[in-house]
């Protein structure tokens, strides 16, 4: 197929010009905002990250707005999109930009990888969309698009595979384009080039796809399955006292959801009595208990199957570190996980038809 590298280049550029599809982050070459788009995007599906990424840029329209700005402010911007490492580590790595870039993108994937968070894929997209570099940008829709065009069959669940198609596309891409040609694969994958019925009859480099001319391009890529999630059950407390007020706690600052505020949650295990434990821990004498819902909340590599309770809490004792009695309202103001804001609408529910 390199033969044809020209004829390869110019149908997957002039294809990516004319069928587009309309996003926001298209209609600038800024580096900070392509960053932004990128971070969001990364496992997180095109049509939910639009309106948080007009959002984000509303309230950070600059590098030095994000990097001066209050992370429980940033964390509240980005709630919903989960994965919240990713927003830590874009004002991390945004902040070191401002302060040691004067508050521009390096345009060099030496200078742009040493910023916190930035990966070989965040890194070739902005330097090839922002600035026009002829850099690789490999993410999932590129490695099956190339996949299937040069007919590799190594397994992309290894890390190392990626190389191959790192080289690949540096191998092919357009030197005059490379923001039109590495969106272009994007694109393609993502719209044509699909996981399964890919449309091989929409394709516009169909002619030069080893996979389609051999029959049966749903055979690749080659992808090992994931070891299977570990599953943990947990009881979530909505503890309101007298006042009608909220207990909240927030979380540690490193590690999984780091700093959220989130709702007493304890792991059952045989013979305990949660809720015991709840009142105990956070010193409260427990006046009522009802049940409110159940509810799964899948992470990458763990699953929590939680199921939720209010307690109503009578005497109150002195509140552990990190924990702290809310209001409703200032508890809508807090930055809280995908599932602990699924638990406060039920939770305002059941409160509605008392």
Not at 254 to 268: C, D
Request: hydrophobic fraction near 40%; include cysteine.
């Amino acid at each position: 197929m390199y033969r044809y590298k020209k004829q390869f280049q110019k149908a997957l550029v002039e294809w990516f010009h004319r069928e587009k599809r309309d996003l926001p982050w298209r209609h600038t070459t800024d580096p900070y905002k392509i960053w932004v788009s990128e971070v969001m995007l990364q496992q997180t599906r095109v049509d939910t990250v639009i309106p948080y990424y007009e959002n984000f840029l509303e309230k950070f329209p600059t590098a030095e707005a994000l990097a001066n700005a209050d992370e429980a402010f940033l964390l509240k911007q980005w709630e919903g999109l989960g994965y919240y490492s990713r927003a830590r580590n874009l004002q991390a790595g945004v902040r070191e930009v401002v302060e040691n870039y004067g508050g521009i993108v390096p345009n060099t994937r030496e200078e742009i990888l040493t910023l916190k968070g930035v990966g070989p894929y965040t890194a070739g997209a902005i330097l090839s969309i922002a600035y026009g570099v002829p850099e690789h940008a490999v993410d999932g829709n590129v490695m099956r698009v190339l996949s299937r065009v040069l007919m590799i069959d190594e397994d992309i669940a290894i890390p190392k595979t990626k190389k191959t198609f790192e080289r690949a596309v540096m191998e092919l891409i357009d030197h005059d384009d490379p923001s039109g040609f590495n969106q272009g694969l994007m694109e393609l994958g993502a719209t044509v080039c699909t996981p399964t019925s890919p449309s091989c009859l929409l394709c516009p480099v169909r002619d030069y796809c080893t996979a389609f001319h051999e029959g049966d391009p749903e055979k690749l890529p080659i992808k090992t399955k994931k070891a299977k999630a570990k599953k943990v059950p947990y009881d979530v407390f909505i503890v309101e006292d007298m006042e009608g007020r909220i207990l909240m706690e927030q979380r540690p600052e490193k590690g999984l959801l780091a700093n959220m505020w989130q709702f007493p949650m304890v792991e059952v295990q045989k013979g305990v009595i949660t809720e015991s434990e709840v009142a105990k821990t956070y010193q409260f004498e427990l006046a009522g208990k009802e049940h409110l819902m159940p509810l799964k909340h899948v992470f990458t590599h763990l699953v929590w199957q939680m199921d939720g309770y209010v307690l109503r809490a009578g005497q109150l004792g002195t509140l552990p570190e990190r924990a702290k009695w809310f209001t409703l309202e200032e508890v809508e103001t807090l930055a809280l996980p995908v599932s602990m804001q699924k638990f406060l609408a039920q939770y305002r529910i059941e409160r509605q038809k008392l």
